[in-house]
């Protein structure tokens, strides 16, 4: 079992929809949760940064975090066509520790 | 823009090569991490110098080495290079000593084809 699952989809939503990507990991130690964006040819960047389980909103990202569940999710609201990239989940066992990155779920938001 | 520069941009080389990638972290930043990024294995996490010093090892091959110089650039050396080593990698620096990605910013990437 792989320690981090992401779909890598393509993902394909019309322009104002709500969406929704998810991860599940295998290590219940993990407790810092990340995602990042990532788009064609570029480095990936910091979205969301989450400690322990819970929500985190910031603007139209909300990040959720179900340990008990082992479960990730990241919501865009009133998604538009620049939020079209490779959205990548992460986690670590503490500040120190090295990060563990799922394989990325492509997004594509439709005009 | 990140700060982050990586050169060269693209790299294309046959097996048995060594190449040697470069990255200058953004002023101020003392942690360089490289990271390997494949179709296979996504993003992963090689290793992390901080200020000269080797702090972490994630998932780096043998014939893989790294180094931080006094003036904080970095260089990620590639030897015997495999068809496998094909790859994006990818620098990024941090103020802090710590891995915690919230301090860690990516530059562009160097695309590796081994041919």
């Known amino acids: 079992q792989k320690e981090v699952e992401q779909d890598p989809g393509p993902l394909s939503v019309p322009e104002g929809a709500i969406v929704s990507l998810n991860c599940t990991y295998s290590n219940s130690a993990f407790q810092y949760f990340m995602w990042y964006r990532q788009y064609s040819r570029k480095g990936p960047e910091l979205l969301m940064y989450t400690y322990s389980s819970g929500n985190k909103e910031d603007g139209r990202f909300t990040a959720q975090v179900d340990k008990s569940s082992k479960y990730i999710s990241l919501f865009i609201r009133d998604s538009q066509p620049s939020d079209s990239a490779t959205y990548l989940c992460?986690?670590?066992?503490?500040?120190?520790?090295?990060?563990?990155f799922g394989k990325g779920t492509r997004l594509h938001i439709l005009p | 823009d990140s700060g982050v520069t990586q050169t060269p941009k693209h790299l294309i080389t046959a097996t048995g090569q060594r190449v040697t990638l470069r990255c200058s972290p953004r002023s101020g930043d003392l942690s360089v991490y490289w990271y390997q990024q494949s179709l296979d294995q996504g993003l992963q996490f090689l290793i992390h110098?901080?200020?000269?010093?080797?702090?972490a090892k994630g998932n780096i091959l043998e014939r893989f080495s790294a180094q931080q110089f006094p003036d904080l650039h970095s260089e990620l050396n590639l030897s015997s290079l495999e068809l496998g080593d094909s790859a994006l990698y990818f620098c990024?620096?941090?103020?802090?000593?710590?891995?915690?990605?919230?301090?860690?910013?990516f530059g562009p990437g160097t695309r590796l084809t081994v041919l």
């Open positions: 992460a986690m670590t066992l503490n500040r120190d520790d090295k990060i563990i």
């Open positions: 110098y901080y200020n000269g010093e080797e702090r």
């Open positions: 990024a620096s941090s103020v802090l000593a710590g891995g915690l990605a919230d301090t860690q910013y």
